[in-house]
């Protein structure tokens, strides 16, 4: 996989990520709005289907394209994915035509006979979303259910012999004294912990303030995750928690239209899974030349591929390694992009907040959600050289944009 446009000479790996490849080594595929749960931090507001949303033969266009492309893999979401009829012949295309599957669930749809399917098949994962590891905590998030739902659908995966599915839990104000007890399940039914980030979009706008982590969690998450990062994924959510001291293990690299990116039910293409909004359309599938088109040529990723200034972060000495954190974050809490992140470490993007004042910040669109009063969260006290490819990766969905590639001492 090159470079996008010319070559330029090796130096480090993150650095040559940040110019783009011609190619996402993943991408980010919501197949559906349409949503059993109504989860009040989800990140592309779903509970009602699009009926716009790609019919099976446009999707199966697009894996074509995403063959010939040599993109690994796909993570497919939602909504949840698993309530289209077509779910499980695209799923059985896309490992047909060398696309492997990584799809995240709430599991309500992985019974015995489904867990044996995932299980037999080298190309397919599976992520089961759970946000506390109790009931109480879990289902004041997801819906009242949805922890028993998911523990079960974790016990077919288990019984059917598929180990190494990920546990995956957005972490919370709420959770985060119950990471070691995340660990636990995890292990218990064989999986592997993900923890993940709470973004302020879609949903999630409306409980941030209800649900981010303190400042004193912060830390607790970044010296968990220093005590267990080799075994637990995070899929470089928390690289803006660098600033604390050593980086987190991962590329520890917003990849938004340069390695990674986001289609939506409908074919829109967003630089950022977290960042569903008309800033960062990059185009449709549906145009004129495909996604490979507007992967390539879209004049937003070629501006994200483009020399960053750190902005207001730029005389931080953690830049070069929390690398003014996430945009989305940025975004969604109404900062600019070339300053803090809302969560800095150091206090700047706290600060940047206080000084926006009742300006309202930006809205994920469009909003998918039923049609019922948006579910307000009661706010509780605190619980306190280029890659050289190999071969591909051990199982195709592997977390680590970097699984399948060899990487050289690079100074």
Known sequence: MSVVDAP????????????????????TWELTYACNLA???????????????????????????????????????????TVRKDFWELVDYATAHKVGVKFSTN??????????????????????????????????VRGPGSYDTAIAAMGHLRDAGFSGFKLSVVCTRQNIA?????????????????????????????????????????????????????????GDSFFHLAAFGESLPGLNLCGAGRVVCLIDPVGDVYACPFAIHESF???????????????????????????????????????????????AAKFFTGLPLDGPDPECVLGHGELLLAARGDQAPPKSSPDH?????????ERRPSLITLPVIQSRPDRACDESPLAGFAQEQQE
């Open 39 to 81: 989860c009040v931090h989800c990140l592309s507001s779903s509970g009602r289907r699009d009926p716009n949303e790609l019919s099976t033969q446009e999707c199966k266009a697009v894996i074509d394209e995403l063959e010939r492309m040599q993109v690994f893999y796909v993570n497919i979401g939602g909504g949840e994915p």
């Open 281 to 327: 359309h990059a185009g449709n599938v549906r145009s004129p030349g495909g996604f490979k088109t507007v992967w390539r040529d879209s004049e937003l990723f070629r501006e994200l591929r483009s020399p960053q200034t750190g902005g207001a972060c730029n005389s931080c000495q953690h830049f070069d390694s929390c690398r003014g954190g996430c945009m």
């Open 8 to 27: 330029r000479p090796v130096g480090k790996l993150v650095d040559r990520f940040q110019e783009g490849l011609d190619a996402p080594i993943c991408l």
């Open 369 to 377: 959600s039923k049609n019922q009063p948006r579910r307000k969260l």
């Open 107 to 140: 599991g309500s749809r992985i019974d015995c006979e489904v867990a044996r399917r995932i299980a037999a098949s080298d190309y397919v994962d599976v992520q089961i979303s759970l946000d506390g590891a109790t009931a109480q905590v879990n289902d004041h």
């Open 178 to 234: 119950q990471l070691d007890d995340f660990k636990a399940i995890a292990d218990r039914y064989g999986a592997q912990l993900r923890l993940t980030r709470l973004r302020p979009s879609g949903r999630g706008a409306d409980v941030w303030d209800e649900l981010h982590p303190l400042p004193e969690q912060q830390k607790q998450l970044y010296d968990w995750l220093m005590a267990h990062g080799e075994d637990v994924l995070t």
